[in-house]
């Protein structure tokens, strides 16, 4: 009972609902989440389906994520296409034990190489079918204005320069060396980025597809070439 009334007083502080109850419903996997990773957001289920359209059910395909976190689309990726073979990678330690963790819970983890890197700098130099990932994307100015529930998680998972959009241009830009002749790119962006992201696609050869939330807000970007 103690341990209850501890936990509301969690909550009444702004304490994020996914830490207190350590868990939380993806796609179709159940993820353990820490403080230290971001919760996974209904909205990135989109990002999940937009690969799995791309991702045939009988062939050998290897994907890369940028930014595991708590592992969230590799795992639901892995756990819905049984051929697949993914790398994921991340700056942070603790996202990339709570990806093994929820990678064996969810038993993916053969299928999954974790590696700790920034962006690219650690990633072998092979050719992926295609690179995924929810970076980080909110800007600076955003950042003042979000809630206090979302100012408890990782700043470093959410925050992304000026503008919001370093992590596109890095990741487009550096990403497409590790990308095969006819691989894609699948990326979350924020509300308000179809254009800048498209544009940073359209520059480097890639038509760019937008999809929409729930809501009916831009939420999702393919990169073809
Ligand atoms: C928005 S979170 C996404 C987490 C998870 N993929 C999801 O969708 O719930 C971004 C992730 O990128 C990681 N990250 C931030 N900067 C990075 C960098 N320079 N290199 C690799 N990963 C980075 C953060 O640690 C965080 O786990």
Redesign the pocket.
């Known amino acids: 009972m103690r341990e209850f009334f501890f936990l509301i007083e969690k909550r009444a502080d702004r304490y994020p609902l996914g830490y207190i109850l350590g868990e939380k419903e993806?796609f179709n996997v159940r993820l353990k989440i820490e403080e230290g990773?971001?919760?996974?957001?209904p909205e990135?289920e989109i990002?999940v389906e937009e690969c799995l359209k791309r991702i045939p059910e009988d062939k050998k395909i290897t994907g890369l994520?940028?930014?595991?976190?708590?592992?969230?689309?590799?795992v639901a990726l892995l756990k819905n296409r049984p051929l697949l073979v993914m790398y994921g990678?991340?700056?942070?330690e603790?996202?990339l034990q709570i990806t093994a963790l929820n990678a064996k819970i969810n038993r993916v983890f053969d299928r999954l190489v974790l590696l700790r890197?920034?962006?690219f700098?650690n990633v072998p130099q092979k050719r992926f079918d295609f690179i995924v990932?929810?970076?980080?994307?909110v800007s600076e100015e955003e950042y003042e204005h979000v809630e206090e529930e979302v100012k408890r998680e990782?700043r470093?998972?959410?925050i992304?320069g000026k503008e919001g959009i370093e992590?596109y241009e890095?990741i487009i830009g550096d990403g497409k060396s590790f990308l095969k002749e006819d691989g894609f790119f699948a990326f979350?962006i924020g509300y308000n980025q179809r254009k800048k992201v498209k544009k940073i696609l359209e520059s480097e050869g890639f038509r760019a597809i937008t999809e929409k939330d729930l809501q009916g807000f831009d939420r999702v970007i393919i990169g073809e070439r």
Not at 133 to 137: G, K, L, T
């Open positions: 993806f990773v971001l919760i996974a957001r990135t990002l994520e940028i930014g595991v976190g708590s592992g969230a689309i590799s990678i991340d700056i942070s603790k996202a890197s920034n962006l700098e990932s929810n970076p980080p994307y990782p470093e998972a959410l992304a992590f890095k979350e």
